[in-house]
């Protein structure tokens, strides 16, 4: 019933809206009649794509956006169209020529970029080999910290897969000392910093005493018995419904829709 309410308000504001659009207004005051943003954005291809790589995903909201958009020229603006519950309408405010940039133009990007490409696979390259020099026994975490001027974090308590962010270790470094197995597997761990790796190292275990592992066993049961009574009785449920045929008056649902919402 909310639904069909919410779809009654929508189509009462779609009768605005192409009223507004008959008199010619602006996008701006469109906005201002049915109080309603504007969005605007920096120039795009016709991916959706800035120059800067950013990609909104209101542009990818609908196909024909993108499409209708580059249809236009400038100053231009599309009739309302959209599918469903949605509509839209665009302005295109400047179009940028297509053109093959001179080398001089780009020559510092493609340096950059070629730059930051060779960096990124020595990084990899460097911390594969520290990786598998310190599993081999060929190094040692202190020596390789030392040849690489890093820092070796190693925190004083166990933690939990559940440890917070407001513990020493990092929350990276806690899925990647989860993902191991056994004592002295190594993990290559990628940072919040793009120009760096961390190389972590499972030095133990704190296993579970058996009296801990039957208290951790008797929660567990617990909860495994409440999702295997959830799951059977939804399985009960929808046998039911297959089962059972439902009868429906719909000029009786229809006078009570008619009711609730006059609109409808």
Do not use: H, W
Not at 56 to 63: E, N, T, Y
Not at 75 to 80: D, E, M, Q, V
Request: no cysteine.
């Amino acid at each position: 019933m909310s639904r069909e309410q919410a779809i009654g308000l929508y189509y009462d504001s779609l009768s605005l809206l192409d009223n507004l659009i008959g008199t010619g207004a602006g996008l701006e005051e469109i906005a201002s009649e049915m109080g309603t943003p504007v969005l605007s954005f920096i120039a795009v291809d016709r991916t959706g794509v800035t120059e800067l790589g950013l990609a909104p995903s209101v542009l990818r909201a609908d196909p024909e956006i993108l499409t209708r958009a580059f249809d236009l020229t400038e100053g231009a603006k599309t009739a309302r169209f959209g599918q469903d519950e949605t509509a839209y309408m665009l302005r295109v405010d400047s179009v940028t020529e297509a053109r093959t940039p001179e080398f001089a133009e780009i020559r510092d990007d493609l340096r950059a970029m070629l730059q930051a490409q060779r960096n990124n696979e020595l990084l990899g390259s460097s911390a594969q080999k520290v990786k598998s020099d310190i599993e081999s026994g060929a190094t040692t975490f202190e020596a390789a910290a030392a040849e690489f001027e890093s820092e070796i974090i190693s925190p004083d308590i166990a933690f939990t897969r559940r440890s917070s962010n407001s513990t020493v270790v990092p929350a990276q470094y806690v899925a990647a000392a989860f993902a191991m197995q056994a004592e002295g597997d190594v993990y290559i761990a990628p940072t919040q910093n793009r120009d760096e790796v961390a190389i972590v190292q499972l030095v133990s275990i704190d296993r579970a005493s058996p009296d801990e592992l039957d208290a951790l066993s008797a929660i567990s049961g617990q909860q495994i018995q409440q999702q295997l009574t959830n799951d059977l009785f939804e399985a009960f449920a929808t046998e039911i419904q297959k089962d059972v045929q439902l009868e429906i008056n719909q000029s009786s649902l229809e006078s009570y829709k008619a009711r609730v919402n006059p609109d409808s």
